[in-house]
């Protein structure tokens, strides 16, 4: 079987790299590597999530499920010094990196689980989750997704996600909807949807 980014352990050869990359204003140095989302630079859907999202209402942690080699987390956790973000992957070698990152970028309000989706996040009240899905890992797995994540928000709290047209967006917005009863397009840009729902 071929290895993806969502390996848990990936045993492709290691060459890291690393760049400074500007979100919502601020630059940020990050290192990614083979075997990790994303291993030459910030993609265009993480990016676009950072610009995009907004804090909610609620107070509360923040859960970057899948957070990857960490852009997501770390340049909201920078911009929200007042809550923790909580960063999980399945992929080793990418929480390796996201910690080195947060480090990098003098981040304190991080934390960090090795959990493949929901399994090993402890019980949640979070106001809010982020994720740039793992697609590859197929329908049945991000809509798993979509359905716990209801479980580990607080009431208000918010469901945001980053999901490319020809990746599902529109059947992603539909399931949501199922899901949350509610969802709302925040953003449509080059093809990528910015989705979020609220827990009522």
């Known amino acids: 079987m071929s290895e993806h980014y969502f390996s848990k352990?990936?045993?492709?050869?290691s060459a890291p790299k690393t760049?400074?990359?500007k979100l919502k204003g601020t630059w940020y140095t990050f290192t990614s590597d083979i075997g990790v989302f994303s291993k030459d630079d910030v993609d265009f859907g993480s990016q676009l999530l950072i610009e995009q999202f907004q804090p909610p209402a609620v107070a509360g942690n923040v859960l970057d499920i899948g957070c990857g080699y960490g852009p997501i987390g770390i340049a909201i956790a920078?911009?929200?010094?007042?809550?923790?973000?909580?960063?999980?992957?399945?992929?080793?070698?990418a929480l390796e990196l996201a910690k080195r990152n947060a480090k990098v970028n003098n981040?304190?309000?991080?934390?960090?689980?090795?959990s493949d989706g929901f399994s090993d996040?402890?019980?949640?009240?979070?106001?809010?989750?982020?994720?740039?899905?793992?697609?590859?890992?197929?329908?049945?797995?991000?809509?798993?997704?979509f359905?716990?994540?209801?479980?580990f928000l607080r009431r208000q709290g918010e469901l945001w996600i980053v999901i490319q047209k020809k990746q599902g967006a529109p059947s992603a917005k539909?399931?949501?909807q199922n899901v949350f009863g509610n969802v709302e397009v925040v953003?449509?840009?080059k093809g990528y949807y910015i989705l979020r729902a609220i827990k009522s």
């Open 9 to 13: 352990n990936p045993q492709a050869g």
């Open 19 to 21: 760049w400074e990359y």
């Open 78 to 93: 920078d911009h929200n010094r007042e809550r923790r973000i909580i960063m999980a992957d399945i992929n080793e070698r």
């Open 107 to 114: 981040l304190v309000n991080v934390s960090f689980v090795n």
């Open 121 to 145: 996040i402890p019980s949640g009240d979070f106001a809010a989750i982020v994720t740039n899905p793992p697609i590859r890992a197929g329908k049945k797995v991000i809509y798993k997704m």
């Open 147 to 151: 359905e716990e994540s209801i479980d």
């Open 174 to 176: 539909d399931k949501l």
């Open 187 to 189: 953003a449509r840009d």
